[in-house]
């Protein structure tokens, strides 16, 4: 049945055979109608397909059309598109992770989810007492914080070249510390680490070794080492108590992710299409439950869902080798300006509402 009068603040809604029927139906009912939503829908779950699958910047767009094109005149239907999306996302997650599983960073993907979850629980917590401008807003400016802190270096660098060859030590480093590191005298280091690799060991006699070298090398050692897996705890525990908590509020975890997978961890494109589908498997595995407990998704839209899902999956397959074309530099560079775009837009709606 299509939806024929349907006024907001309505619960149910007159149907063509003068019936009534209820929200999700309605929302069912033009989202399966090809003269409604449905050509619209398909060409979303296309273009979604394409971007979880490494196409930068197309899952960003998918998602905002979600939004905008949700109908209104529906009681609750933005909330409909959006729950209709989540088994979608699983079918996507689950291809992509399944086409690049030997790529996975499975350490990466254990040390963000407990941290995640309890960022769901804490962002359900949250949404009882926000208003969605204010969450907008305040998931935008944790966002742009997170991205800035990480790429900051990298922009003054490129819009200042000459300050920042000028403030280069004679090794080769840079002045007031940071990530950067001189090409030549890395390649002289590992030259002599290698040659001390390969020569001969030099004996040494028992009275010769100094014992104090010796503890001071294991301490600096297990200094260097604690310092490394102590950043790369606060890390975690930024970006998945945020990120969880992000998910509940805007459903937007994915441009945090995003920067802590290519600005922290590093990883490689096809690490990173193959982590963050594996580590969204799990996620959406307790997300959906939580969607089928608030009314939100229903099994009666799970046939539609499953149908817009094969669409997706095609997608998936098809942006490998658009992804692998790619030089790695410019696919980073896409995804963190889409991450900006993302935290902007964010900020923009919650100022704009509110």
Request: aromatic content about 8%.
């Amino acid at each position: 049945s299509t939806v024929k009068t349907a006024k907001m603040g309505q619960q149910y809604y007159d149907d063509d055979d003068g019936g009534i029927s209820d929200p999700m139906t309605a929302y069912i009912s033009q989202a399966s109608d090809i003269n409604g939503q449905l050509v619209l829908l398909i060409f979303i779950a296309a273009i979604l397909g394409l971007g979880k699958g490494g196409v930068p910047g197309f899952a960003t767009v998918a998602t905002a059309l979600t939004v905008a094109t949700a109908p209104m005149n529906i009681e609750g239907g933005l909330g409909y598109a959006v729950s209709l999306q989540v088994p979608i996302l699983a079918m996507i997650d689950i291809s992509a992770a399944g086409l690049h599983r030997t790529s996975i960073d499975w350490y990466t993907t254990r040390l963000l989810l407990p941290l995640s979850f309890l960022g769901m629980f804490l962002g359900q917590i949250l949404d009882r007492y926000m208003t969605d401008a204010l969450a907008r807003i305040l998931v935008g400016f944790i966002l742009l914080s997170i991205l800035t802190l990480k790429v900051w270096k990298d922009v003054v660098t490129f819009v200042f070249p000459r300050q920042y060859s000028s403030n280069k030590n004679k090794d080769g480093s840079v002045e007031g510390g940071g990530n950067y590191v001189d090409i030549e005298s890395l390649k002289n280091t590992i030259n002599e680490s290698n040659k001390k690799k390969h020569s001969p060991p030099v004996s040494r006699e028992p009275s010769e070794a100094n014992p104090s070298e010796i503890l001071n090398d294991h301490r600096n050692l297990n200094t260097n080492t604690n310092i490394s897996k102590m950043k790369e705890y606060i890390w975690a525990c930024i970006v998945g108590l945020f990120g969880g908590a992000a998910t509940m509020l805007t459903n937007s975890m994915g441009p945090i992710l995003n920067v802590y997978l290519l600005g922290v961890r590093k990883l490689s494109p096809t690490q990173y299409i193959g982590t963050r589908a594996a580590f969204f498997c799990c996620l959406n595995a307790g997300k959906i439950p939580m969607r089928f407990a608030s009314g939100a998704l229903g099994w009666n839209m799970i046939p539609l869902a499953f149908g817009l899902g094969l669409v997706s999956v095609v997608g998936v397959f098809c942006a490998k080798p658009i992804m692998l074309s790619m030089k790695e530099s410019t696919f980073v560079m896409l995804e963190l300006l889409v991450v900006a775009f993302a935290g902007i837009r964010l900020m923009w709606l919650g100022l704009t509402m509110s």
